[in-house]
């Protein structure tokens, strides 16, 4: 409750607005808000000044939200059960720490130097006080540095198991991919985690940290991830983990006899497959790169058939008919065994390559025309053939286009070197016979064509994790700015933590009509605010929720809640 405190400097009384709260059991001052003198307080009591003061207005519905996401899942015991607090420890427990770290992922990520000043902006001292001179950076340094790599993964899997046990998703198909995070470590910072690697953000010249990500498919829950090495290749990092993962999910309850695993052509392996091949439970749909089966690739369209699939239904509705994928069926040995193999056409698709092909066709071509001129001329430095064959290469390789397309040959003459060059039409049409083709392999041979399709299609659903992973105010993955792999590992867990409950969020509203995405939900509750006011005539401040909009009214409906008259939260009846 808030209430009017008096303070005397140098024998002058000051009021201010003071809010007490238990934090660590003890009552203790969470708020306190100066108003001016005695005199101004009471004109505003009498009347005498405006109707109503805002004394301090906080976010409170986008908190409320994280706060409702944890609240059945209880984060904080979770780890605090793993992570004990220690005999003289003093502040929030390590559990504490994990979860303000995860609701602040979830609501405008910041940095830990800033994380008390932005929740001194929200309603936290209302809906789980905490001392905020305790949020520093320092402080997260030291409660994590008690965090080791077993506890943490011992942590996951409890937190994980809680999520299943809520909301008991279907798992008889699993989606897996990975994603790499950019860090600002400097060459010299010892890590095993960041290292130099291909990165999917283009920052080549960085480290990389590696995250590999299990869903379940349509529900897009996480089950399970992995940190990594950013130098490891895809593969690798699957076979490395394989036993733990599908030991895990396996061991979940209600998951089905047969689970098939979606991945991508980066985990490919002879002996991924073998271990897949020998798990009697474990199955999988993956897709195969056209550069290694170009002659399947290059299948001519009067084999294939419409796909009676969803996006095509919505297509045949749209009257976009010469945009429907196409699907030939066949069976090919690959790793070993004979499998079911699904090749796709998307002309759409197709159209997009053809015409990026062609134009770097056609940059070659005028490159090409400058270099003959150039022999033609007898300029300097364009006189040895091997060396100009060198310029074409590089030329191609800049543009990721292969240098067969085009052959050029060379004539010594009495007048000097000439230069001539042809498009090779073979090679060409051969490549453009591949465009909008995508290969589709599993050993699901029972699957029907629209079953092995629409898993392949459902990979989205993972990446559509990784895509809110990096979003700039949710969960904000990157760049990591911690310098030790075991601050590293915390991190990532607060924020594959922050994911895993902005899902649960978005499956809550759409079970209850509101097909909404967590960013919006998220962006539109940080407008509902708590205010504390001072009204006419008052004799003490009282602290009242703004009015919610239409939008926000759905979302606390959804959710079982209601704002009343006097703005007070309150559940809705059953």
């Not at 005199?39 to 207005?57: C, N, Q």
């Not at 320092?138 to 994590?144: F, H, L, N, P, V």
């Not at 991508?264 to 199955?283: L, Q």
């Not at 559509?464 to 590293?488: C, G």
Request: glycine share 4%; with cysteine; net charge positive.
């Amino acid at each position: 409750m808030a209430h009017f405190h008096v303070k005397k400097k140098k024998g002058r009384p000051y009021l201010y607005v003071r809010e007490i709260a238990r934090v660590d059991g003890k009552p203790k001052v969470v708020s306190q808000i100066y108003l001016g003198s005695p005199e101004r307080v009471a004109g505003l009591a009498s009347g005498t000044e405006t109707d109503t003061i805002k004394i301090k207005v906080e976010q409170f519905g986008a908190m409320w939200l994280a706060q409702q996401m944890d609240r059945d899942v209880d984060l904080s015991t979770i780890v605090d059960e793993i992570i004990p607090r220690a005999a003289r420890e003093t502040g929030p427990t390590v559990g504490e720490y994990f979860l303000y770290c995860v609701w602040n992922r979830m609501i405008e990520a910041v940095s830990k130097n800033r994380l008390s000043q932005w929740y001194d902006r929200t309603a936290v001292q209302q809906i789980r006080p905490v001392n905020l001179d305790e949020l520093t950076s320092q402080r997260y340094w030291e409660k994590w540095d008690r965090v080791s790599e077993e506890a943490l993964q011992e942590i996951a899997q409890t937190f994980f198991k809680r999520i299943w046990q809520l909301e008991s998703p279907q798992a008889d198909c699993l989606l897996f991919d990975t994603t790499n995070y950019y860090t600002f470590l400097a060459s010299d910072t010892p890590s095993d985690l960041a290292r130099r690697g291909n990165s999917k953000d283009g920052r080549h010249h960085l480290r990389q940290i590696g995250l590999g990500l299990l869903v379940t498919r349509g529900s897009k829950l996480p089950l399970y991830y992995s940190v990594y090495p950013g130098n490891m290749h895809d593969s690798k990092q699957f076979e490395a983990i394989m036993d733990e993962m599908f030991g895990i999910v396996c061991g979940l309850h209600q998951t089905k006899e047969r689970l098939t695993v979606v991945i991508d052509k980066g985990m490919n392996s002879e002996s991924n497959y073998a271990w897949i091949d020998e798990h009697a439970r474990i199955h999988f749909v993956t897709t195969y790169s056209t550069y290694f089966a170009q002659d399947l690739a290059a299948t001519t369209l009067d084999r294939f058939e419409p796909l009676d699939i969803e996006k095509n239904k919505k297509l045949l509705a749209a009257g976009n008919h010469e945009d429907l994928i196409l699907a030939y069926r066949t069976r090919g040995e690959y790793w070993r065994k004979q499998r079911a193999v699904v090749v796709t056409y998307n002309p759409a698709t197709a159209r997009k390559q053809d015409y990026t092909f062609q134009s770097k066709l056609e940059t070659i071509r005028q490159q090409l025309l400058l270099m003959r001129n150039s022999v033609r001329e007898k300029a300097p430095h364009w006189k040895n053939p091997d060396a100009i064959r060198e310029r074409y290469v590089r030329l191609c390789e800049r543009l990721h286009v292969a240098s067969d397309y085009y052959t050029i040959d060379f004539n010594q003459t009495n007048d000097g070197l000439s230069m001539s060059f042809r498009k090779d039409p073979y090679r060409v049409s051969r490549k453009q016979a591949m465009f909008g083709k995508n290969i589709i392999i599993t050993d699901n041979t029972d699957w029907t064509t629209r079953e092995i399709v629409e898993a392949s299609l459902d990979q989205w659903q993972v990446e559509d994790r990784f895509r809110l992973s990096k979003n700039d105010d949710l969960v904000s993955t990157r760049p990591i700015r911690h310098w030790t792999d075991s601050k590293i590992r915390c991190h990532l867990f607060t924020c594959v933590a922050a994911m895993t409950y902005l899902r649960r969020l978005e499956l809550r509203l759409s079970a209850a009509g509101v097909s909404r995405t967590a960013e919006d939900v998220i962006e539109d509750m940080q407008h509902l605010h708590s205010v504390l006011i001072l009204n006419k005539g008052a004799i003490k401040p009282i602290r009242r929720l703004e009015t919610p909009t239409k939008t926000q009214s759905e979302v606390l409906s959804a959710l079982g809640h209601r704002v009343d008259d006097s703005g007070v939260l309150q559940p809705i009846a059953a």
